[in-house]
């Protein structure tokens, strides 16, 4: 007889302490197999942050390199729109497969907890429960043994998927964090703890108005929004690290000033650290201050976005609406905003920014 153990909850998203267990209790109970279920309406929550087929494709991600780790859609499949009771989900795994004995697998939290669960004492005569240890959870024994789990015997887990959406990326396989990035999945919690709160309030405004923009504009709106997302990570950066990276990697911009190296940082920690590899979203943020003469429209989106951030301390709504009917004209119109302004206050106007005004207004290029 085939033994399997069922992993079930949100993965919302998977993590590495998921993959930990799951092998931990293969090997600890000489399972064959060990299946994850991504429930489709959990009781115990009120909403996902993916689509059950994002959650689904992470879990793919997670699990590529097992071959006893399996995915089990039977929740994502229903047709039910109620909460998913894993007492349905049991009762049907073991209609469809007779000849398996099943393992079910929890944390020590839902374990101290199991007897709320509907049909409790039902499921624990179906098959063997197993509980793994959480850092925080001491295991309550009278319902411990009153079920008859099984304890793993691992060391106590700590991450949660909260976590990694909360900024601990370092709890996140490599593939699984890239699939996050590059769909902008989580982005405002991930980059929340990165930055103050005016400026994640800031960014948070920028890509929202960057999608915007970019949807009018019948562009790819989830390029611009993780554009926005990232424009500024690197902008409260110390700046020793800030010369540094600019040494190492753009050693041609060096000297330029310090206000606007950000924009290169920026590109660089967003494709180093938090894995985005479209160079269209990488450009964009790369030139979000200075722009340039080869800015693409959606690079377009995230500059005036920047300008125009409904945040600042001006009525920037008009602009706004010409950019979303026409982000050529909305583009031209914040350079000269820019130029006109920095002009009115005698301010330094970067070289690069003569050729780039005259190519875009006074040729009329797009």
């Not at 959480?134 to 789990?149: A, H, L, P, Q």
Request: charged content about 30%; some cysteine; glycine content about 4%.
């Amino acid at each position: 007889m085939i033994k399997i153990g069922l992993f079930g909850g949100s993965f919302d998203p998977i993590h590495k302490a998921h993959i930990y267990i799951a092998k931990f209790a293969l090997e600890q109970l000489n399972l064959d197999e060990v299946h994850f279920i991504p429930t489709k309406n959990n009781p115990w929550k009120d909403a996902s942050f993916a689509t059950s087929k994002q959650r689904i494709e992470m879990i793919h991600i997670a699990i590529k390199d097992y071959d006893y780790l399996k995915i089990n859609t039977i929740e994502i499949d229903s047709l039910k729109d109620d909460k998913n009771f894993t007492i349905d989900t049991i009762k049907q795994l073991m209609k469809d497969h007779p000849d398996t004995e099943y393992y079910y697998i929890m944390g020590m939290d839902q374990a101290n907890s199991f007897y709320k669960w509907k049909d409790a004492k039902e499921i624990n005569k179906l098959l063997q429960l197993v509980a793994f240890q959480r850092g925080g959870y001491k295991k309550d024994e009278i319902k411990f043994n009153e079920f008859n789990f099984i304890e793993l015997l691992n060391e106590p887990i700590n991450a949660s998927s909260s976590d990694a959406r909360d900024g601990h990326i370092e709890m996140l396989e490599h593939d699984v964090l890239k699939y996050i990035t590059n769909h902008g999945l989580y982005l405002e919690t991930i980059i929340a703890s990165k930055m103050s709160e005016k400026r994640w309030k800031h960014t948070c405004s920028v890509a929202k108005l960057a999608y915007e923009i970019a949807e009018a504009n019948h562009l790819d709106s989830m390029k611009a929004y993780i554009a926005g997302m990232f424009h500024d990570i690197a902008k409260e950066m110390s700046l020793d690290e800030t010369l540094a990276i600019m040494n190492n990697h753009f050693k041609e911009f060096i000297d330029k000033p310090q206000p606007i190296l950000h924009q290169w940082v920026s590109r660089y920690i967003t494709e180093i650290v938090y894995l985005i590899d479209d160079e269209e979203i990488l450009k964009a943020i790369e030139q979000h201050t200075t722009a340039s003469i080869h800015i693409s429209q959606i690079g377009k989106c995230v500059y005036v976005a920047d300008k125009l951030d409904p945040l600042r301390d001006y009525d920037s709504s008009e602009q706004i609406l010409i950019c979303k009917k026409d982000i050529n004209e909305g583009f031209r119109n914040s350079l000269i905003d820019f130029y006109e302004f920095s002009k009115k206050k005698n301010r330094d106007i970067d070289k690069c920014f003569y050729d780039i005004y005259n190519y875009f207004v006074e040729k009329g290029e797009i």
